[in-house]
């Protein structure tokens, strides 16, 4: 699904990250670890398609990431809440869907259940927590079962119990095919596909 | 609807009735300056052509070829006897009838004109028939006055001509103040929305989404104010609450304005839309 070949970031001169190579096959779930400035969150922007300066190639169903610049197969997840403050949490929520079936409905009711959010989804994201305020955001992100799902630094938003519940809705969306790439500065339960970031170069553990 | 949306469809609907208002008052006003003219005019209806003419037959026959034209509004024709006839009962000359029968009168002929319709062509026509079926009959008309009417309704041809004129401008400047308007408002709008379309994008949306919804509030934008605007127009016709019609074109022109507009807008935002 998605092939990543002598990838190579620079921030100016200096080299920030190589990765020679990293495959990711439908339905898994992969996890890089590392610290901050790695060039993790640059690394999944160029993934995503908002980065272009890195040599290599990146494939997508073996296909370039500006292929999918229309219409995005991929997911960026960052740390900044990405929310339509006046709206409410379902609006949030089926932002993005151009019509919204009964089944899946259902199914955004079953995962904001999951989140605990299901009380809430008339109340405006401003009132919710920091983490309530991601699962929106991943909750919107598993809906619409894309080919990928770029997690930046999910430590930061989840803490121990909130993660299981969030690896719980990514279920669905890996369920269907779609994988998932997750960033962390500390590693987390539940990845059996971990990297780490040593001396500029993502490694296997 | 959005409120936003809803905003521009009121303005833009009273922009429109204030345009319509437009075109109804210089129909008015030139439905006024023409039933000026038409009563100055009808001045001449009272006054008869006289053809005074030996030969009754051509008299027939310039009647039989002037009862089909719209500017004749009534035929006399008095024959000789009659007159003779009248004239003696009339001023009691019935001792004197022996000296009247020594003398031919002529006939005579009386049309009644149109005044609205009796301009210099149909002047001319009329004297050619009566010319072409008697060479010598004599034509009395007050010509002078013709002409004195003729000036005066002439007079009044500047003020509409004006009125044309003004209509013309003022047209002109509303649709480039309309187009100016709606760009300004349009833009404003969508860029209230750049941070809800940001957070579309993000979340997975399509990207030509906001493209395809600017296209579409535009259509409704341009439909809606101009139907508005038609539909009253014609609910008023219908139920005869308005006697000037004007013509049909004037909103394709105001939805053709509406629609260019919008084009011109999407020039403007066509970077956002990327």
Redesign the interface.
């Known amino acids: 699904m998605l092939s990543i070949n002598n990838f190579r970031l620079k921030l100016g001169d200096a080299e920030l990250l190589e990765v020679s190579n990293l495959k990711i096959n439908n339905s898994e779930k992969h996890l890089i670890l590392g610290n901050n400035n790695t060039g993790k969150s640059l690394f999944l922007k160029s993934i995503h398609g908002l980065n272009s300066k890195f040599e290599g190639e990146i494939l997508i169903k073996e296909k370039p990431p500006i292929f999918y610049?229309?219409?995005?197969k991929t997911?960026?997840i960052e740390t900044g809440p990405?929310?339509?403050w006046e709206e409410d949490v379902w609006k949030n929520i089926i932002?993005?869907l151009?019509k919204v079936t009964s089944r899946q409905k259902q199914k955004i009711k079953e995962l904001c259940k999951t989140a605990e959010l299901f009380d809430d989804l008339k109340t405006k994201p401003e009132k919710l927590s920091y983490s309530s305020q991601k699962f929106i955001?991943l909750i919107?992100?598993v809906i619409?079962l894309?080919y990928l799902i770029l997690l930046d630094d999910l430590d930061c938003y989840f803490d121990e119990i909130n993660l299981s519940k969030a690896l719980e809705l990514c279920n669905f969306a890996l369920n269907a095919g779609t994988s998932i790439l997750a960033t962390s500065k500390t590693g987390l339960e539940n990845f059996k596909n971990i990297y780490r970031i040593q001396s500029k170069v993502l490694k296997k553990l | 609807m959005k409120k936003g949306i809803f905003f521009q469809i009121i303005t833009i609907t009273i922009f429109l009735i204030f345009w319509n208002s437009l075109h109804f008052g210089k129909h008015l006003h030139i439905r006024i300056f023409e039933q000026k003219k038409i009563q100055i005019y009808q001045k001449l209806s009272p006054i008869p052509i006289i053809i005074f003419s030996y030969k009754l037959d051509s008299l027939y026959s310039i009647k039989t070829k002037l009862n089909s034209f719209l500017w004749v509004d009534s035929l006399q024709i008095e024959e000789q006897t009659k007159i003779s006839e009248r004239l003696i009962a009339e001023y009691q000359l019935s001792q004197s009838s022996e000296v009247l029968s020594r003398y031919t009168l002529p006939n005579v002929m009386k049309i009644y004109l149109k005044g609205e319709f009796f301009h210099k062509s149909e002047k001319d026509a009329i004297w050619r028939i009566i010319k072409e079926n008697d060479e010598a009959a004599d034509i009395n008309y007050d010509n002078e006055f013709w002409e004195k009417i003729q000036v005066e309704a002439d007079n009044v041809q500047p003020s509409i001509n004006f009125l044309n004129f003004a209509y013309l401008i003022a047209n002109g400047v509303i649709i480039v103040f309309l187009i100016f308007f709606v760009i300004f408002m349009r833009i404003h709008f969508e860029i209230k929305r750049d941070q809800f379309w940001k957070i579309f994008q993000i979340s997975g949306g399509k990207k030509n989404s906001r493209a395809k919804m600017f296209f579409l509030n535009s259509f409704i934008l341009s439909i809606i104010p101009t139907g508005l605007n038609f539909g009253a127009y014609f609910a008023a016709i219908y139920f005869d609450y308005l006697q000037i019609q004007i013509d049909i074109k004037l909103f394709i022109i105001e939805l053709g304005t509406l629609m260019f507009a919008y084009l011109l807008t999407s020039l403007f935002l066509i970077r956002r839309f990327k």
């Open positions: 610049k229309r219409k995005k997911i960026l990405h929310l339509l932002l993005p151009p955001e919107r992100a619409q894309p």
